[in-house]
């Protein structure tokens, strides 16, 4: 579905805007426009890629009549902007208010308004039931765009607009491993917040692959969720202690606004939850694509979730210590 496409990506100097980027680069894409505030980091991408094919647009989500500019016979936008670092959320959320929700309201409006084919965000396991400022601005960017196929008039518009929601990618910048590794390396004893805590797994090829496949099956108003494993990180523990000499724990409790194990589909959302193509989505029952003699004829082979109670990092198959190993080397090489 790319072939010929000019696509646009919020945040795009960001480590996923940059991932996605090299992944679209390998497809026959017409040309993809980067969205970004940081200058710097558009100049680095625009040295490492060197392709033709890219474009750079300075410019910030709460601009709306830049973001209009910016997509200007776009066919295909991957939302990704957004403020996430919870501590500093949670002491500016005014500001996370503004990018992460009303910036969103202004990339769905510019997407209606220029017409685009299809309009995808990225969010966070964080916008389950959520506990921080960063997870409250995610569910009601989750709810924007779920919701803005309500404002499509089928003889004006052609816009789709989809969500995908997953958790943090294995080994990124701002995760747990990272940090234990740097702590490993300045000899200090790693913190771990609770023995018992678990967290999904997805590695950044996957993620692509998530993404890209639930863009091109979308239809408008999803929540697509992808099929996960997970690990304990008292495995992950073990796993750093075969590597590396001299690793030491300290046990320091959940931080406020933290979870003991992610949830990237609640109990009240289950019931709404069907299984797809190796991945899940959540309909939005209020629209009329997913009612139930509707739905079963636009996904063919889809099966509805029963008998669970909610997908949970607690309930899933876990990543065994010699697994953790293989990736945690990849990670350092």
């Known amino acids: 579905m790319f072939d010929g496409k000019k696509i646009l990506i919020t945040g795009g100097t960001g480590s996923l805007g ?41 410019g910030d989500v709460n601009d709306f009549e830049r973001l209009k500019r910016a997509l200007e016979d776009v066919d295909i936008v991957f939302h990704t902007a957004a403020l996430k670092h919870v501590p500093k959320i949670e002491y500016n959320p005014f500001e996370a208010i503004k990018t992460n929700v009303i910036g969103s309201q202004n990339v769905i409006n510019a997407c209606l308004h220029e017409n685009v084919e299809k309009a995808v965000v990225i969010s966070t396991d964080k916008a389950v039931s959520p506990l921080n400022t960063y997870g409250a601005t995610k569910l009601l960017t989750e709810k924007l765009f779920v919701t803005a196929n309500n404002y499509v008039d089928p003889e004006k518009h052609v816009t789709r607009f989809i969500s995908v929601r997953y958790g943090n990618v294995f080994g990124s910048s701002g995760s747990v491993i990272p940090l234990f590794i740097e702590q490993i390396k300045k000899r200090r004893k790693i913190t771990i917040t609770d023995p018992k805590m678990t967290r999904f797994s997805i590695t950044m090829d996957e993620a692509l692959d998530f993404i890209l496949n639930a863009t091109n099956s979308g239809k408008g108003s999803e929540i697509f969720v992808p099929k996960m494993r ?66 079963k004829e636009a996904y063919q082979g889809i099966r509805k979730i029963e008998n669970v109670k909610d997908y949970s990092s607690d309930k899933v198959e876990k990543i065994s210590k010699e697994e953790l190993k293989v990736m945690i080397k990849k990670l350092v090489q």
Not at 18 to 25: K, N
């Open 18 to 58: 940059i991932a996605l980027t090299h992944r679209l680069l390998e497809k026959k894409v017409d040309t993809i426009r980067i969205f970004s505030r940081n200058e710097e980091n558009q100049i680095k991408m625009e040295n490492k890629f060197n392709d033709k094919r890219l474009r750079f647009f300075l």
């Open 230 to 295: 997970a690990y304990n990180i008292m495995d992950l523990k073990d796993a750093l202690s075969d590597l590396f000499e001299n690793v030491n724990e300290e046990i320091i409790g959940i931080r406020p606004g933290e979870k003991l194990h992610e949830i990237l589909i609640s109990e009240d959302e289950i019931r709404y939850s069907w299984e797809y193509d190796n991945m899940y989505f959540i309909t939005n029952p209020l629209y009329p694509l997913f009612h139930i003699d509707n739905i």
